[in-house]
């Protein structure tokens, strides 16, 4: 009879093996990080499981390719701060720890967002709709504290995140409901302020408005480039726009997305990709609204197909062209996630499948670079 003891001695050494070989994200490729030194910052986004060593594979890919961190969810408002006199900062701190550990510029992700925010944030301790003045302390309260705690550590934040509708226009949330008091000449009171309190709790931090679609919405884009001019005719300091690039297989085009990277980089900011993935599913809203797209909606039983992952491919190998040729205008790129199986979309979106395995369009990428260098 094999015994209980026996079966542990005969498969640890095989289970030990296969995590070695699949954790090394392709151990005869060169690292993303190493082929665009001298271009850009390459990164991906991290969730809890990468930082706090549950996902060790996941962080070995991380730890070859990356030289730059973003949060994936940990310092939004609900995680960091679900209670109003709770913090939640252990998540948050592993984070920074691990990315200073493996030498990666860490990014702080996101400050002011209508998604991911407590109810609370917005009422009384009677349950009614705060005040300007109100809402206000305790917007600058918040970034204080997480700013604050990191101050000297995180590199960039995003400081505002997703505030236009896709006709350019502000969307219409209760951060601008309330700091606007529906007044025109107020309607970028609540971005302003969180940049200036951003500032204010660490001056040395580079500021950041994050948003999507601006690379296949001319009209979003020119929304965003208002927001970097009103910041800029105040005085507030402002660094960089981030393009987040949720992308699929037929979209942005390439002129689209230059017109993006040229009119933002001509209002003297720096542009940042920041959430880049292609969802492979073709049908379907294009945008990166969490409201309106998850996994489900995205999933897709042709993924690995050979067909699609050429088309990602060559997706990927566009993109990094208009990167290249754009690089003095661009200061990072981050991908949003590490491999398939924990990216927020389903399909193939990433480099690395959900075996943690580098895929064609990972080739593709280092080819493009290493044509260009
Ligand atoms: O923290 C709760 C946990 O307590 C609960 O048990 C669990 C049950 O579902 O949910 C957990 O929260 C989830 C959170 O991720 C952390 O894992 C939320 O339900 C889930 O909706 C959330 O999704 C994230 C989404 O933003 C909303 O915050 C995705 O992982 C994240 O990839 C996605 O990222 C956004 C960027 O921040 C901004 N741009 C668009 C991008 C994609 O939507």
Not at 55 to 77: C, G, L, Q, R
Not at 148 to 174: H, Q
Not at 342 to 362: E, M, V
Request: overall charge neutral; glycine content about 6%; charged content about 25%.
């Amino acid at each position: 009879m094999v015994t209980k003891k026996l079966l542990i001695v005969i498969l640890l050494p095989l289970t030990t093996s296969w995590s070695v070989a699949i954790g090394t994200g392709g151990s005869d490729k060169p690292a993303l990080k190493d082929a665009f030194a001298g271009h850009f910052l390459i990164g991906g986004a991290f969730n809890r499981n990468l930082v706090s060593g549950k996902d060790p594979n996941a962080a070995a890919i991380a730890i070859k390719h990356f030289n730059t961190a973003t949060s994936e969810n940990d310092m939004k408002w609900s995680l960091i701060h679900p209670q109003p006199d709770q913090y939640n900062w252990e998540p948050a701190d592993r984070f920074v720890d691990f990315a200073e550990k493996n030498n990666m510029v860490p990014i702080g992700h996101c400050l002011v967002w209508h998604v991911q925010v407590p109810r609370w944030t917005f009422r009384d301790d009677s349950g009614n709709l705060l005040t300007r003045d109100a809402l206000l302390a305790r917007m600058k309260d918040h970034i204080m504290s997480v700013v604050g705690r990191y101050k000297g550590r995180i590199k960039g934040w995003d400081v505002v995140n997703e505030a236009l509708k896709d006709d350019g226009t502000l969307r219409n949330s209760r951060w601008l409901r309330i700091i606007g008091e529906g007044s025109e000449e107020k309607q970028y009171d609540f971005i302003a302020k969180a940049f200036e309190y951003a500032h204010q709790a660490d001056p040395n931090a580079e500021l950041y408005y994050n948003d999507y679609s601006l690379d296949t919405k001319k009209e979003k884009c020119d929304g965003a480039v208002a927001i970097v001019k009103h910041l800029k005719s105040k005085g507030l300091r402002i660094d960089g726009v981030g393009i987040q690039l949720h992308s699929g297989l037929d979209y942005p085009d390439k002129e689209s997305l230059e017109y993006s990277i040229a009119a933002l980089a001509a209002t003297g900011v720096k542009v940042m990709i920041t959430e880049l993935d292609i969802r492979t599913r073709t049908r379907g809203y294009r945008g990166a609204d969490i409201s309106r797209i998850n996994r489900q909606s995205t999933s897709d039983s042709n993924a690995a197909d050979d067909e699609t992952q050429q088309k990602l491919a060559q997706k990927y190998t566009e993109l990094f062209s208009v990167f290249l040729k754009h690089k003095n205008d661009i200061s990072r790129v981050t991908f949003w996630g590490v491999y398939d199986r924990t990216s927020w979309i389903g399909g193939s979106p990433l480099l690395f499948d959900r075996n943690y395995q580098p895929k064609q369009a990972f080739d593709a990428v280092i080819n493009v670079v290493q044509n260009e260098n």
